[in-house]
């Protein structure tokens, strides 16, 4: 059971940095969420004779040679990474639906991205990438995991708070740090998500942007009826 974690400085500034509001919160992560990431890593690996050893949530460990299918050491993994951020900010897909269901879920909540971005200096160019697609929303660069950040997100406003995030290490910190939030956990890849197991503290795991834009509806209109 993870601990509690605290927001990072860093991060904190950028959440006093936006304008005060007393609507309802979702908390939306980007790669694998809004920005398809694991078929590009994929892509990424293949071309250097390299590979998923399982579809699995792991990245160190699970990164391997093809032929031997001898796994990357946690350095090697670690450059690796830095050099496919840097290359693939520039071009990465979205996952289909997400800007409409964002956009239209914004009628009613306040949408915040949160993304662990490795290498910080590429936070402009997916704020670039991102608004080619309306998406428009504000960004937030956090590292580690987020339950310390989406908690300081979440003062002052209405709760449930919604996060939508596919790394099981983040809802795992969320769940620590924020009980209340609707946890929703979110994968674009088929693969990785059908070898995903459902934690208990989890709402809705999915891949689908209608499936999830419809989930987070009906939570207003419930506590509608509520009143
Ligand atoms: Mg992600």
């Not at 796994?71 to 670690?78: A, C, H, K, N, T």
């Not at 998406?135 to 708070?161: C, D, Q, Y």
């Not at 088929?190 to 197991?197: G, H, K, Q, V």
Request: hydrophobic letters at 40%; one cysteine or more.
């Amino acid at each position: 059971m993870p601990e509690p974690t605290q927001v990072l400085p860093e991060v904190l500034s950028q959440i006093q940095k936006l304008p005060a509001s007393s609507r309802p919160l979702i908390i939306c992560d980007v790669d694998e969420v809004v920005l398809h990431l694991i078929a590009h890593l994929e892509d990424y690996l293949h071309a250097r004779d390299l590979a998923f050893l399982k579809y699995e949530y792991r990245l160190t460990g699970n990164i391997g040679h093809q032929d031997n299918r001898q796994p990357l050491s946690s350095d090697e993994v670690r450059r690796l990474l830095l050099e496919f951020f840097d290359e693939v900010s520039h071009h990465q897909d979205m996952v289909p639906g997400a800007g409409d269901a964002l956009n239209a879920l914004a009628e009613d909540w306040d949408v915040i991205l949160l993304t662990n971005l490795p290498g910080g200096h590429n936070k402009p160019v997916r704020e670039k990438l991102l608004s080619g697609f309306d998406i428009s929303f504000p960004l937030l660069t956090n590292s580690g995991p987020k339950g310390g950040a989406v908690a300081a997100l979440s003062r002052g406003r209405p709760e449930p708070v919604v996060f939508i995030d596919d790394s099981p290490t983040n809802h795992a910190s969320v769940h620590a740090t924020l009980p209340s939030a609707v946890q929703i956990q979110f994968i674009a890849d088929t693969r990785f998500l059908n070898a995903t197991e459902m934690a208990g503290h989890i709402d809705l795991l999915s891949g689908d942007w209608q499936e999830t834009a419809a989930f987070i509806s009906a939570i207003l209109q419930g506590s509608s009826r509520n009143q």
